[in-house]
């Protein structure tokens, strides 16, 4: 949305001068929210207004990018509360950290096991963004030290965690030319590491105790001229986190200036099963980053695909994969279903053929992941199609009879099929909770 | 879409005798009937033929007979603002003044009585210059009643522009320009102001009153109204709000909708 009126009008000197051609400032501010007039028309104009106008044009949470290269991560344009208003644009970046108290070995170990934390869901791998290094010790060269150790053994982005200015800047020294996240400024020491994130032109995590000193902090440091920030009220607590991440998309969807950044949430809990719960809720309430400190791939795989779903976008449909699924154990003489890939629609056959404890094959016709009346109506769930996904999908191989059972919705398409495939169609229930009995009373290779 | 009850009112013969007689019950049965009808606000006017110095008391009677009648907030709705302001400090709960216009005398009367009571204000997108004809003068002077409610304090959420609705068979052009500028109020601020509309106003002598006020109500809503002071009797008008919720996505959808839409 553009500018409005009175936030125009507001900026506005309020002279009535009529320099820009308009009768009032109001008329102005009108003609310039409809497009119709330029700030430039003024000649009155500060140039704080103008700073202040231009920005709130630019989306209301900024674009930050971390790391480099291949593992480079986007975050924030973000846009929406609620995923269901339009949808949720870049997944939440999961960081495992590692503590420089940890022994050289260790810490080469975990970040190993980091690595491998990629896991394969509905035919794409997703993994972890991040390795995490924490300044535990308080000493700048262990700390420096174990940036070392992580930076040589993983391709991910660093999150480099340290308050003490002298050990950020010898971490960043071993590890800069990647682009690590720097954590972070805080009231005490936020203009040196406001220069170092300058110097090293990457991400910097801004703390405050609060909203609203976190609030005077981000200003401090986008009048330093750093605009690439994430930001950290300091919850800790579940409860609190929670609250301020909502008050901070809230507020910057109102374009609140100083908190129109990505967030960054730290899972602190050592139970695994709280920890694994609280960051969910972290990805689900806007964080942008999230750092916790298990490598165990039983607590981030729920994570990953917890991610996965919640920032798919709800208006496009979601489809399954359009190739042959088993459902038990099937033989050569196991039952063909023909659907769509709508993934609604396929998991609804999916479970009641399963729960008809017979053995079958399900075909999802590949319908732009429509459902079977959608595709039909839409052409796109054809004899033709079907035809192409018997021939081609290899099912032919698979069993040792030529019969296809077809949804009741669209029998009218039986005889085409038959013709075009050479298949024997049988009419199969109009809804797929029929389909145990229609097997028990129809179905014989 | 918050209805305004437009019933109690001095200009409609039972009422204006009513408060003649100092007789509550035609004012507590309308009360009780708009609120089964759906109405969210009732408003409260005494009608001319009240002398202005009786205002205030009147409207005062009116508010506290309407308020223990039904469970509803008033929209105290008269010229005279000793008479807003007596029903004002009767009323319980978060009342709306019924109304201010552009012109800056007006808006320096209500505009901190409003404030004071914490109450709704209805503008009205006018000055003495008289209704102005096309859209963009109506939003302009919508956006000076929205200027000054900002610098009184008063929450947009709290402001309810009226882009006036004059009657269809002398002042048709008047219906397009009125839906244009519904469009553009909602534009002027975020978030932004409300928007309602004297809504029997569009067909007065016209034949055919009822169908001619929801058709006109739905392409409203279609531009951005959120309220509208009209006749809740008129049980195909509430059909069309109820369906027109649901098609602009306001309230969800069920089988039910028109009951649903009656039960809340």
Known sequence: ?445 | MILIGERINGMFKDIREAILNKDPEPVRYWAKRQYENCASYLDVNTGPTVEAKDQPAVMEWLVKIAQEAAPLPCCIDSTNPEAIEAGLAAHKGKAMINSTSADQWKMDIYMPMAAKYSAALIGLAMNEKGVPKSAADRAALAMEIVVNADANGIPMEDLYIDPLVLPCNVAQEHGPEALEALRQIKMLADPSPRTTMGLSNISQRCNNRHLLNRTFLIMSMACGLDSAIADVEDQELLDAVAAANIMLNKDIYCDSFLKTFRQR
Not at chain 1, 134 to 150: I, L, M, Q, R, T
Not at chain 1, 151 to 157: A, K, V
Not at chain 1, 242 to 261: E, N, V
Not at chain 1, 406 to 427: F, M, T
Request: net charge neutral; glycine share 8%; proline share 5%.
């Open chain 1, 1 to 445: 949305m553009g500018l409005t009126g009175l936030e125009i009008f507001k900026r506005l000197p309020k002279t009535n001068c009529k320099d820009c051609g308009q009768p009032t400032c109001l008329a102005f501010a009108m003609a310039m929210a409809a497009g119709k007039a330029g700030l430039d028309q003024c000649p009155h104009v500060s140039d704080e207004a103008k700073e202040a106008l231009g920005a709130a044009s630019a989306p209301p949470v900024a674009l930050v990018k971390i790391g480099t290269g291949e593992k480079q991560w986007e975050l924030g344009n973000e846009t929406v509360l609620f995923r269901h208003d339009k949808r949720f644009e870049h997944p939440t970046a999961i960081a495992i950290s590692v503590s420089d108290t940890m022994s050289a070995d260790e810490i080469s170990a975990k970040v190993a096991k980091i690595n491998k934390l990629v896991f394969d869901r509905v035919g794409q791998t997703h993994s972890v963004n991040l390795v995490a290094v924490e300044n535990a010790s308080g000493e700048a060269d262990k700390f420096a030290a174990a940036v070392k150790v992580a930076f040589d053994n993983t391709e991910l982005p660093l999150l480099l965690i340290s308050e003490d200015t002298a050990a950020m800047e010898k971490a960043l020294e071993v590890a800069g030319s990647k682009k690590p996240v720097i954590c972070g400024a805080t009231a005490a020491n936020y203009e040196a590491m406001t220069a170092l994130a300058k110097k090293y032109d990457t991400a910097l995590v801004v703390k405050g105790t609060n909203l609203s000193e976190l609030a005077d902090l981000s200003e401090k440091v986008i009048a330093l001229g750093h605009k690439q920030l994430l930001l950290d009220s300091g919850a800790r607590e579940v409860n609190k986190v929670l609250a301020d991440q909502t008050q901070i998309r809230r507020q910057a969807l109102k374009r609140f200036r100083p908190f129109g950044y990505p967030t960054i949430a730290f899972v602190t809990s050592t139970d695994p099963f709280q920890s694994v719960v609280d960051a969910g809720i972290y990805i689900t309430k806007y964080a942008g980053l999230m750092v916790m400190s298990s490598a165990d791939p039983a607590d981030i795989l729920p994570l990953v695909t917890l991610r996965l779903n919640i920032y798919t976008d709800p208006q496009k449909p979601i489809a399954v994969e359009s190739k042959i699924y088993e459902i038990g154990t099937p033989g050569a003489d196991a039952p063909v279903f023909v659907t769509t890939n709508f993934s609604l629609t396929y998991f609804c056959v999916a479970g009641d053929v399963e729960s008809a404890r017979v053995p079958g094959y399900i075909l999802p016709v590949d319908t732009d992941g429509i459902s079977v009346l959608t595709g039909w109506a839409a052409g796109k769930f054809t004899p033709e199609k079907i035809t192409e996904m018997l021939q081609g999908c290899g099912i032919a191989d698979k069993v040792n009879h030529r019969k296809v059972i077809i949804p009741g919705g669209v029998a009218v398409l039986s005889g085409k099929l038959q013709e075009l495939s050479g298949w024997e169609v049988l009419v199969g229930p109009r809804e797929s909770a029929g389909i145990a009995s229609f097997l028990k009373q129809r179905w014989s290779a």
